[in-house]
């Protein structure tokens, strides 16, 4: 809630092991405001832009200005409507003060009362503050990625002026302007992301890991059209030189203690430390790096592989680490020896000078002030306010075109980033079937539903057709062969799920060729070895003749005369016979006894008599008294 608010988290993680750089200046993104009546009001003021709802960047909003005379500070839910301006006029901006409940908490209820935009009036005289949102509130988090208007904090004092001339039944006309809140506009934009690659540090990170995903397709476009200048960023510590032989620092740090982050877990004993956080982020700094210097320029991979790492190595399910991180970075075809080399030594007591470089860039320089929030957005040397929402960054760096200048996605936003036409995007496929997707945000690599088959699977490296219908779609991903006629398939439908080679072959049967061979039931010793047998191997089967006449028995695995086996057949075959008869007989009597006594009772046979044949009368009628 305070302008602090994650630094605040951040030192209480590190124990007050690690501290920032220098505590140097925070600054306060504002948007202008101008009042047009009253004209005792007339005149422009300075307003704090909210850390949260979508800020109008290089645009502006007019309306009036109402103040509730019940629920001052926005802390209740208003009735509906309350701020709402009939249809036709102009907005209504709720007016409401500071304090009791979260800013963001007051800016939802004014919402849901139909408000247009809030100012919140300071309750003290102080300088201007960002109002920021709730860090670590399970209810706040279910309605602040829903607050779509802007928020602003205007001072105590202006705040009375608006109140007095409101009382004495005055209309208040304010315009809200963002046009200069994004300096020196021209034809690139250069902007900067503030991240972190931990993702277990609760809504924050949700927050940021969705960000990224929604946002990357747009950012990749903007960057290969050489509109933007993007930067990924790390904020990074230092212990402090009493400390560096600590465990926490130990478990926290590396290169001995030059750089470190906050343990994602804020426990020391399990669970990732932030060493490996502060190594996944140089990690994720080199790629960018390699990808920026490579020939040629290919710095938009960067957004591919923090989605994709995000996606298949999160801490969640243990695999966060170089391992997975390695295999992203090659799955993309990024220079993975450029990369190590980047990353340097991390147990090494030198330094590193990527991370050195984050460690300065932190200090606010100019315009820009220090980062202490994560995530945080720079957009050409300014802090953006506002939640981190596709559509509202991208109409911050929209406003940062001079007009004429802007990319077409600033005008559209219906477009596609092609990016499965290049290695498939790093995604599986098999034959026409992909699991690379082309969306509005970016690549995806998602297992297909093909033909109302659904593809199982993570999506990069495997998808499998499961469930019915599976083995009509590329054979379910199975082997499968023909052969003079005779074919035969690893797809089986008693089989649900994979593949499994057919009797009388072994082998892979999830290798599409040459999976399943046959096997030579010969030469394997299995079938057909009688002294008199004589064995000839068939493809998917073998063929077994018997010398002298005799009669080749399979069950048996042996030669017979044809006499001894017609009377073993017939054996058999009476022997079947007899028990068949006995199961039917036992059968229709069970039948009869829970089943056709209570449904074939004389009433329901006589009006089945008059629609059925008269034979199959009779048959029922037999039946029915044979088994009395
Ligand atoms: C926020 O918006 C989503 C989607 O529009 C909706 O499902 C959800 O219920 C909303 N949350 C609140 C607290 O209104
Ligand atoms: C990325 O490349 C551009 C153009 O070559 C360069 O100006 C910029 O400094 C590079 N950024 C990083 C972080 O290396
Ligand atoms: C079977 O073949 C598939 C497809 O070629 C391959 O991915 C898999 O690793 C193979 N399995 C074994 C056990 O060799």
């Given at each position: 809630m305070a302008r602090m608010g994650a630094f605040g988290v951040v030192v209480v993680v590190m124990v007050a092991m690690c501290v920032s750089p220098i505590l140097g200046t925070f600054v306060v993104e504002e948007n202008s405001l101008t009042v047009s009546t009253p004209d005792s009001l007339k005149g422009t003021y300075q307003s704090a832009i909210g850390n949260f709802g979508v800020p109008q960047y290089g645009g502006t909003l007019s309306g009036f200005v109402m103040y509730p005379t019940v629920n001052a500070k926005a802390c209740e839910k208003f009735p509906d409507n309350y701020f709402r301006s009939s249809s036709g006029a102009r907005p209504n901006f709720a007016l409401v003060e500071r304090g009791d409940c979260y800013f963001a908490n007051k800016v939802w209820n004014a919402q849901q009362a139909g408000a247009a935009a809030v100012l919140v009036m300071d309750n003290k005289k102080e300088e201007l503050i960002t109002m920021d949102s709730p860090d670590d509130d399970p209810v706040a988090s279910q309605y602040l990625q829903n607050i779509s208007i802007p928020s602003a904090l205007i001072s105590k004092d202006f705040g009375d002026k608006l109140k007095a001339a409101l009382?004495?039944?005055?209309?208040?006309?304010?315009?809200?302007?963002?046009?200069?809140?994004?300096?020196?506009p021209d034809e690139r934009v250069e902007y900067e992301f503030w991240t972190?690659?931990?993702?277990?540090?609760?809504?924050?990170?949700?927050?940021?890991?969705?960000?990224?995903?929604?946002?990357?397709g747009v950012a990749q476009i903007l960057e290969r059209g050489g509109y933007t200048q993007f930067t990924p960023h790390y904020i990074t510590w230092y212990c402090p030189q009493a400390f560096i032989e600590s465990k926490q620092c130990k478990a926290q740090c590396i290169n001995n203690g030059r750089y470190c982050a906050p343990d994602p877990e804020q426990d020391f004993t399990k669970g990732y430390d932030g060493k490996q956080v502060v190594t996944e982020n140089l990690r994720q700094l080199c790629v960018f790096k390699v990808t920026n210097?490579?020939?040629?320029?290919?710095?938009?991979?960067w957004w591919d592989f923090v989605t994709d790492f995000q996606i298949r190595c999160p801490m969640k399910e243990n695999k966060y680490?170089?391992?997975?991180?390695?295999?992203v970075i090659k799955s993309l075809s990024i220079d993975v020896d450029a990369v190590r080399k980047c990353m340097g030594n991390p147990d090494a007591d030198v330094d590193n000078p990527v991370l050195k470089f984050e460690q300065d860039a932190q200090v606010g320089q100019g315009t820009r002030g220090d980062v202490t929030i994560l995530p945080t957005l720079i957009v050409n040397q300014r802090q953006y306010r506002g939640k981190l929402d596709k559509t509202a960054v991208l109409k911050a760096i929209c406003s940062g075109y001079q007009e004429s200048t802007d990319p077409p996605v600033c005008?559209?936003?219906?477009?596609?980033?092609?990016?499965?036409?290049?290695?498939?995007?790093?995604?599986?496929?098999?034959?026409?079937?992909?699991?690379?997707?082309?969306t509005f945000r970016g690549r995806v690599c998602q297992c297909p539903l093909v033909n109302g088959v659904q593809f199982e699977g993570d999506g990069y490296t495997h998808c499998e057709a499961n469930g019915p219908g599976r083995c009509k779609v590329q054979n379910g991903g199975c082997w499968e062969e023909t052969r003079d006629g005779a074919h035969y398939s690893a797809c089986q439908d008693q089989h649900p799920n994979g593949c499994h080679c057919p009797v009388g072959f072994e082998g892979n049967a999830s290798a599409v060729t040459g999976g399943c061979v046959d096997i030579n039931?010969?030469?394997?010793?299995?079938?057909?070895?009688?002294?008199?047998?004589?064995?000839?191997?068939?493809?998917g089967s073998y063929d077994c003749q018997c010398s002298g006449g005799l009669l080749y028995f399979?069950?048996?695995?042996?030669?017979?005369?044809?006499?001894?086996?017609?009377?073993?057949?017939g054996w058999t075959v009476s022997l079947i016979v007899l028990s068949g008869l006995a199961v039917l007989g036992l059968g229709g009597y069970v039948v009869y006894k829970y089943r056709l006594r209570s449904y074939m009772d004389s009433e329901i046979r006589a009006i089945m008599a008059q629609y059925m044949p008269l034979d199959s009368q009779n048959d029922s009628v037999q039946n029915h008294n044979d088994d009395v």
């Open positions: 009382a004495s039944k005055e209309l208040v006309t304010m315009k809200l302007d963002w046009r200069e809140s994004l300096p020196h972190n690659s931990n993702d277990e540090c609760g809504p924050k990170c949700d927050a940021q890991v969705e960000f990224v995903r929604n946002f990357k210097n490579s020939s040629p320029r290919q710095p938009w991979k680490g170089p391992e997975c991180a390695e295999e005008l559209s936003d219906t477009m596609e980033t092609n990016e499965c036409l290049d290695n498939n995007g790093g995604c599986w496929k098999s034959g026409s079937i992909t699991a690379c997707q082309d039931e010969c030469t394997a010793r299995t079938k057909c070895q009688c002294p008199e047998c004589k064995c000839t191997n068939t493809w399979a069950e048996h695995d042996t030669c017979i005369n044809r006499k001894s086996a017609e009377s073993k057949m």
